[in-house]
């Protein structure tokens, strides 16, 4: 089976931790190199946690720094969710692979050129790497074949009530990636908030009892607490895990294609991912800039869920 090969750009916090264990479990991904932007929580405590998650997961994939802010507006983080640390005070084992110096959006591009137009990127985070990337390399969208971001939302939001968080953090370099002529496979909270653990569910990957899942179980209480508390039920949302599942599943996702524009200037409105799902703008099909992600597979999901982390 021939692997696809695959560059991640995420903020580590507790969704993206699971995302980045599944990812270098699936056996249909090829994980090439991971870089760290700031999101969730500073770019210091994201990047030390991808490269301590990277060390649990076993892999010797090299970790990029990337942005520690986004382009123009202030940064804001979502610390009030995922912790301080951004794993929910989950004390990982220090990762001792050598410390990668290279910007992000230069490894990227190189192992883009290296792959010649086969690597597709996930992108979990706020997009300033990417688009710092698309940036500084004109040609790039000759060498990556799509985008697919966990990111923005046709209708709502939940840092706004319009915008979505990654979205929200760095609206100006998300409308340089959805107009960066590389097609964008938008996994919005349309679909992603339908892709949730419940808490039965997260006691029995615990109870495999590997440091994956203790990951999981620990990093997850303050998501569970949360959630239960405003309403939605004892349920996590695994948000970053969709595009990764994505790659190696198409399968368990469906949803159409879209025109896709972020709002830079709104007042009331700005970081939303206006989306025109019906074409009512433009007609001709190959002008659309995405695909968006409306619905999943939710239990198919979650008995491949159980499968990696049986493996770990």
């Known amino acids: 089976m021939k692997k696809i090969p695959v560059w991640i750009d995420c903020d580590t916090g507790v969704d993206d931790s699971m995302a980045l264990m599944s990812a270098l479990r699936l056996e249909e991904l090829e994980v090439v190199g991971i870089s760290a932007v700031a999101g969730n929580v500073s770019l210091e405590n994201t990047f030390r946690n991808t490269r301590n998650v990277v060390a649990l997961a076993g892999s010797d994939v090299k970790v990029y720094p990337g942005a520690d802010r986004p382009w123009i507006k202030p940064y804001v983080d979502a610390s009030f969710f995922h912790g301080k640390d951004g794993l929910g005070g989950v004390i990982l084992k220090e990762s001792e692979a050598p410390i990668e110096t290279e910007h992000a959006w230069d490894a990227l591009y190189r192992a883009a050129k290296e792959y010649n137009g086969e690597m597709k990127v996930v992108a979990v985070g706020p997009l300033t790497n990417i688009a710092t990337a698309v940036a500084k390399y004109p040609d790039l969208p000759e060498y990556v074949s799509e985008i697919c971001i966990m990111g923005g939302a046709v209708i709502g939001g939940n840092t706004t009530p319009w915008s979505e968080f990654n979205i929200e953090c760095d609206p100006h370099a998300a409308q340089a990636v959805f107009k960066s ?132």
């Open 181 to 312: 002529g590389i097609h964008v496979v938008m996994f919005g909270l349309d679909v992603t908030m339908k892709a949730y653990l419940t808490g039965e569910e997260i006691a029995e990957l615990a109870s495999y009892g590997n440091e994956a899942v203790r990951l999981i179980e620990i990093a997850n209480r303050i998501g569970l607490d949360f959630n239960e508390s405003i309403g939605r039920g004892r349920i996590v949302h695994m948000h970053d895990s969709c595009p990764v599942l994505y790659l190696a599943h198409p399968e368990l996702f469906s949803g159409k294609r879209a025109n896709v524009h972020v709002e830079t200037r709104g007042f009331s409105s700005n970081g939303k991912t206006v989306t025109d799902l019906y074409s009512l703008f433009d007609t001709k099909s190959s002008a659309t800039n995405s695909t968006v992600m409306l619905e999943i597979d939710r239990e198919k999901v979650i008995d491949i869920m159980r499968e990696i982390f049986k493996k770990y």
